[in-house]
């Protein structure tokens, strides 16, 4: 059933029959071993060679498309009930400098939760995601909708995602100023966590090796990939005089297909994001190193300390 898919992918295979021909014949190379003096003779054949490197790269394509950790997701569940929220962030280079001033609001009415983070920078660009979801048992996404725009971003984005319906409206502007907007239906897992991440962190098991999740990223067309949250074991901080210990969690994006073995190949696979989180009965964001949009820099989010009044 891959054929179809095959022939139309062929002449990037092509693309990458030479580089993985060189690839191979440097690992050769640089082996150590003598393949002469044990009477081993390597010769390969342009048309030949071309043919078995189509071959492995297909077969390699066809293994990352059937990833079963591609195949499945968690649903997390609802270990401490979310409720009214206020709390103020702010973000920094891992240099230490603050580049914007966040705030987060949490409206809870019965089982539905309204959360709404905007992040103001100094240069006049705004980060805002409002994102509404239930948590009757397991948490579930009901809407999202981010806001990116101003120069700290790449390209400005206006993203809504109707999770009970799968309408997936993305609004971008182009790099010469002219608006385009995607609009399409997509089949959205129940999983799927857009504005959920920073939530759904205090809930999951750190003794849980692997929790899976799903999300729709735009670049700008959107793609539905999966975040793998690996725990890293706990870290000591300190806020005043008071030490406490932070479960370190690192989430990697895992991009499906032929994309994400293009990705992989190319070294363009999306960096990974770096969350803290204080354990307990009552547990808490402490700190999240990563990028706040795909191909963005890597920003440190921390919570803000209240100047004098």
Aim: with cysteine; glycine share 10%.
């Amino acid at each position: 059933m891959y054929r179809k898919f095959v022939n139309q992918f062929i002449e990037v295979i092509d693309a990458w029959t030479q580089a993985v021909g060189q690839a191979c014949r440097t690992a050769l190379m640089d082996h150590g071993t003598d393949y002469p003096h044990h009477g081993l003779r390597i010769e390969l054949r342009p048309s030949g060679a071309r043919a078995r490197f189509r071959l492995i790269a297909i077969l390699l394509i066809s293994v990352a498309m059937l990833q079963p950790n591609a195949l499945f997701a968690d649903m997390i569940p609802v270990r401490h009930t979310e409720g009214l929220i206020h709390g103020f962030l702010v973000v920094r280079t891992l240099e230490g400098k603050a580049i914007a001033d966040g705030q987060m609001t949490q409206d809870a009415r019965g089982d539905r939760i309204t959360t709404h983070l905007i992040f103001r920078f100094k240069d006049g660009s705004i980060y805002e995601d409002t994102t509404i979801f239930s948590q009757r048992g397991t948490f579930r996404l009901l809407s999202d909708h981010l806001i990116l725009r101003g120069p700290s971003f790449k390209q400005p984005v206006d993203t809504t995602i109707n999770a009970s319906t799968g309408q997936v409206k993305v609004r971008y502007t182009e790099a010469k100023g002219k608006e385009r907007v995607i609009a399409q239906r997509m089949e959205l897992p129940p999983d799927v966590a857009n504005g959920l991440l920073l939530t759904l962190m205090k809930d999951i098991k750190p003794g849980v090796p692997r929790t899976t999740v799903s999300m729709v990223a735009t670049t700008p067309k959107p793609r539905l990939v999966k975040l793998a949250i690996l725990p890293q074991g706990e870290e000591p901080f300190t806020i005043g005089g008071f030490s406490h210990k932070a479960m370190h969690f690192v989430v990697k994006v895992e991009i499906g297909g032929l994309t994400g073995f293009l990705a992989r190949l190319m070294g363009k696979q999306p960096a990974d994001t770096h969350v803290w989180v204080l354990g307990g009965e009552a547990p808490a964001f402490v700190k999240a190193e990563g990028p706040l949009y795909v191909g963005g820099p890597i920003w440190r989010i921390q919570l803000a300390s209240a100047g004098i009044f």
